[in-house]
């Protein structure tokens, strides 16, 4: 003990107004997490998408690509690159980011691309 201590110290005890905060906080991310996955995989799935019928129709005369595909395509591709056992340490916020900017920049290098076909 310092000798500006003057006792032991108490535990801070969980009232009732934190402990239902705590349950919101926890029931926001149960849907919220959820939500961003979805929204993510829609916006992937636009991205490719629109990619394949700039570039796989035409070239090997193929058909459309559905948005349902796509969308499926984006989960799993994203399911196959999300690194369960890869350590992140960026931020939340860095990583929403990343999230959209990455396909955006990819469709406008991919819309820009389509020039050159």
Do not use: C
Request: charged content about 15%; aromatic content about 14%.
């Amino acid at each position: 003990m310092h000798f500006y201590e003057t006792g032991p110290k108490e535990e801070p005890k969980m009232t009732k107004e934190s402990t239902i905060a705590a349950a919101i906080v926890v029931i926001g991310l149960l849907i919220a997490i959820p939500g961003i996955i979805f929204l993510m995989a829609i916006i992937n799935a636009f991205v490719i998408s629109t990619l394949w019928g700039w570039y796989i129709v035409p070239f090997f005369l193929s058909k459309p690509l559905p948005l349902s595909i796509a969308f499926g395509l984006s989960l799993l591709i994203g399911y196959m690159q999300s690194g369960l056992y890869r350590k992140d340490d960026r931020e939340t916020k860095e990583k929403i980011i990343q999230a959209i900017v990455v396909p955006s920049v990819t469709l406008f290098f991919g819309w820009a691309g389509t020039f050159f076909i």
